[in-house]
């Protein structure tokens, strides 16, 4: 049985003002007449879950108090009671802050229901600590009227605030905008330290980003405005917010002034995300910021290219697809991450969906897709290592020195290199034969020269002797494995997928590997150099289509690997006689069957 929220409500205050309860769940159906309350209205519901709540901490509030007393209460059968008036104010105020946070918007507030709950209620910092609104108010100027009273109340009470624009009518943009403005408004004496404002759907709004309102927020330490469109004062806003450690921007189009004249002095950042559906403009003068940490930057980003375009960003479309057409696109300059010296994180993306280039991290050295960021792993005495791991993307003509030259933040080794490569790259390693030494995980994805692949590959494995993890991916091998990977020692992984290799031949690589993918290569048969691979505990193999199916007699070399704990592979059909053998010879074996059908 469902009953109006109002109705609740009046039961609820005539509920929780009682003197004493004995269950506050079962007292709730007794004076509602709410037979199934998880199935009534949301707010009853979410009411009567936070009641369940409520009645444990008040019986346990209740037996600690009997406990230190050593009276034994009295209680009618059926169960204990204790006072609601022995809730001490803070025990009240984590209840009601959890009550609220599950709340229905437009419900009557806990204040309703007496002067010590409404005093508690707008006290409890966890209520309105991290604090959200959705504008323009649903109810009209006079809900948001409401709503605005209710923050000025609790404004030495906020520190965070989110604001998202709600989806309706276009005529609502204009509402939404200044109710926001008047929020920010309200909270400029608040010690507000991060925003958040989310007008994905329409440009954000001119008199809330202007220097008189976001710039008035003096004390915010972490901001994020999305939009289809920034105002012309939001540059002039954010010199005005000086203690900025955390700034995330995403538009369809970053200015130049923004970019060159606004970022550069916001010397406290620590961290920088920039996001644009077009270009975005030279990032050279961001060297100022010598505290950066992390700095993350995407460009042809689809996420605001569904709404209607403006007239001057058509135009500015239009200028970069024809000096690309021209061979005139410059890359995205930015200071070497190596230059910034307390810089952990470093990535950047451009997709190409409408407009293809890539960054530039030094001079030369154009990258189209990179990521270069500091991880942890745990080390032989259980201390923690810091490293470098580097993912990047390059058309081969830069030199593979001078672009880990440019990424790599001295001190620090470089254990794990992600190459996807267009075309050759340098053979000639002696110049990175350092930053190579420490090495432990290497991938080369895409490689399509399979003589430079070797020559490269070879050099870079003669100068990494701490590698443990190989994965090359689309990498033509011509069948076989070449010299210098059939002769590796000291590999814990080896992944060779879509390699076009045929067999698998015995070598010293095998000995020591834990795990090995094999997938969607042009094997015939499972290698039988695999019974020499003893301690293997995870194996992939399989090839495209229908090229290889397991056959009772390779169900030897199986059976020659004591440590093997899971099988992945295309080859073998679920429910055949092949599968029902190998589970009845090695039961605790994990059989994952996968489909290979165009891989590669």
Excluded at 50 to 61: N, P, Y
Excluded at 138 to 162: C, D, N
Excluded at 289 to 303: A, F, K, Q
């Amino acid at each position: 049985m469902a009953v109006e929220d109002a109705q609740v409500a009046g039961h609820v205050k005539a509920l929780l003002g009682a003197r004493h309860v004995l269950s506050l769940p079962t007292y709730f159906l007794h004076a509602t007449g709410i037979s199934q309350p998880l199935r009534g209205t949301t707010w009853c519901r979410r009411l009567f879950l936070g009641l369940d709540f409520a009645g444990t901490a008040i019986t346990s509030v209740g037996s600690m108090k009997t406990r230190r007393s050593g009276r034994k209460a009295s209680a009618p059968s059926g169960g204990s009671i204790t006072s609601i008036d022995m809730l001490p104010d803070g025990v009240l105020g984590c209840i009601l802050a959890m009550v609220w946070k599950m709340k229905s918007p437009g419900v009557a507030t806990p204040a309703l229901v007496s002067r010590r709950w409404r005093r508690v209620f707008f006290s409890e910092p966890g209520i309105w600590q991290s604090t959200s609104t959705v504008l323009p108010n649903r109810s009209g100027p006079a809900g948001f009227k409401v709503e605005q009273g209710m923050l000025r109340r609790v404004a030495p009470l906020v520190h965070s605030l989110t604001a998202t624009q709600r989806d309706g009518p276009e005529g609502l943009a204009a509402s939404a905008g200044e109710q926001l403005a008047a929020t920010l408004r309200v909270l400029r004496a608040a010690p507000l330290d991060r925003l958040v404002v989310d007008w994905s759907r329409d440009g954000l709004p001119r008199q809330a980003c202007s220097p008189s309102c976001l710039g008035q927020l003096s004390g915010l330490s972490q901001l994020s405005l999305r939009g289809v469109r920034l105002p012309e004062g939001a540059s002039q806003s954010l010199l005005q917010l000086s203690w900025l450690e955390d700034l995330a921007i995403g538009a369809r189009l970053i200015t130049r002034a923004l970019a060159e004249h606004a970022l550069p002095q916001l010397t406290l950042l620590t961290r920088l995300r920039l996001e644009s559906s077009l270009l975005l403009p030279s990032l050279a003068s961001l060297s100022t910021l010598r505290r950066l940490r992390d700095l993350t930057l995407m460009e042809d980003s689809d996420e605001f290219f569904w709404l209607p375009w403006l007239e001057e960003e058509q135009l500015v479309v239009f200028q970069h697809r024809q000096r690309a057409a021209e061979g005139q696109l410059r890359p995205l300059v930015v200071p070497p991450p190596a230059a910034l010296p307390n810089l952990s994180s470093f990535y950047f993306d451009n997709p190409g969906q409408f407009l293809q280039r890539g960054v530039q991290v030094a001079p030369g050295v154009e990258l189209e897709f990179c990521r270069c960021e500091q991880q942890q792993r745990a080390g032989e005495g259980g201390d923690a290592v810091v490293f470098q791991a580097v993912h990047m993307t390059w058309d081969g003509t830069a030199s593979l020195a001078a672009a880990l030259e440019a990424l790599l933040r001295p001190g620090l080794p470089l254990e794990e290199l992600s190459l996807h490569c267009r075309r050759a790259f340098d053979k000639q390693l002696e110049a990175c034969a350092a930053a190579l030494a420490p090495l432990r995980v290497l991938h080369i994805t895409g490689h399509s020269h399979r003589d430079c692949l070797e020559e490269s590959a070879a050099a870079m494995l003669a100068r990494a002797p701490a590698l443990r993890s190989l994965h090359l991916m689309e990498c033509p091998l011509g069948g076989g494995l070449p010299p210098w990977l059939v002769q590796r020692r000291g590999l814990d992984r080896l992944v060779l997928q879509c390699c076009g290799i045929t067999d698998l031949p015995p070598g010293p690589y095998l000995q020591g590997l834990t795990k090995l993918n094999v997938l969607g290569n042009s094997l015939a048969r499972l290698p039988a150099a695999l019974t020499a691979a003893t301690a293997l505990r995870h194996l992939a193999v399989g090839s495209r289509s229908e090229g290889l199916r397991l056959l009772p007699e390779d169900l030897e070399v199986l059976y020659a690997l004591p440590h093997l704990e899971q099988l992945t592979t295309s080859a073998l059909k679920p429910g055949s006689r092949v599968a029902r053998a190998l589970r009845r010879a090695r039961p605790q074996l994990v059989v994952a069957h996968i489909w290979l059908d165009g891989l590669g």
